[in-house]
């Protein structure tokens, strides 16, 4: 399998590893087929994601999309998080394999939920998640 740079550097050295105690939003996705788990945890202040730790078991790609999806949304503020798609995960790490794309999905998915375990605990309305079908979804090292 053919790694960008990019990719290789963020899971050789993944940023934002770790858990936030009381985070104001968590979010989780799974790939039950292949076993990758996301945990995204959010800290949020004045509506700006002032910190952001992940928690990943999985692949080089599911570990790389997790660092880049943090370093991505950190800082921004919580719509401006919303915003991030797989594909800008995906090109941020200057690409992955095609049967890695569902890696930079859940990403995606996890952000989701976090964002929107945070509009929940802040009394805001719950904003509809696109469905992925991870059952489909190959995992081959």
């Given amino acids: 399998?053919?790694?960008?740079?990019k990719v290789m550097e963020h899971f050789s050295n993944p940023r934002n590893v770790g858990e936030i105690d009381n985070p104001d939003g968590l979010?989780?996705?799974?790939?039950?087929?292949?076993?990758?788990?996301?945990k995204i945890y959010l800290k949020?202040?004045?509506?700006?994601?002032?910190?952001v730790k992940f928690k990943t078991f999985g692949c080089a790609s599911a570990i790389a999309s997790s660092s880049m999806a943090t370093e991505l949304i950190?800082?921004?503020?919580v719509d401006e998080a919303w915003e991030l798609t797989n594909t800008a995960v995906a090109e941020a790490l200057d690409g992955l394999p095609p049967i890695k794309m569902h890696c930079s999905v859940l990403a995606?998915?996890?952000?989701?939920k976090a964002?929107?375990?945070?509009?929940?605990?802040q009394g805001l309305d719950?904003?509809?998640i696109k469905e992925f079908d991870h059952e489909h979804?190959?995992?081959?090292v």
Avoid: F, Q, W
């Avoid at 979010?27 to 996301?38: H, Q, R, S, V, W």
């Avoid at 950190?74 to 503020?77: I, L, P, Q, R």
């Avoid at 979804?137 to 081959?140: D, G, Q, R």
């Fill in 1 to 5: 399998m053919n790694y960008s740079e």
């Fill in 27 to 38: 979010g989780e996705a799974g790939n039950p087929k292949c076993g990758d788990i996301m």
């Fill in 44 to 51: 949020v202040k004045d509506n700006v994601i002032e910190d």
């Fill in 74 to 77: 950190k800082g921004k503020t």
């Fill in 108 to 112: 995606e998915e996890a952000i989701h």
């Fill in 115 to 121: 964002l929107n375990d945070y509009r929940k605990k």
């Fill in 126 to 128: 719950v904003i509809p």
């Fill in 137 to 140: 979804e190959s995992c081959a």
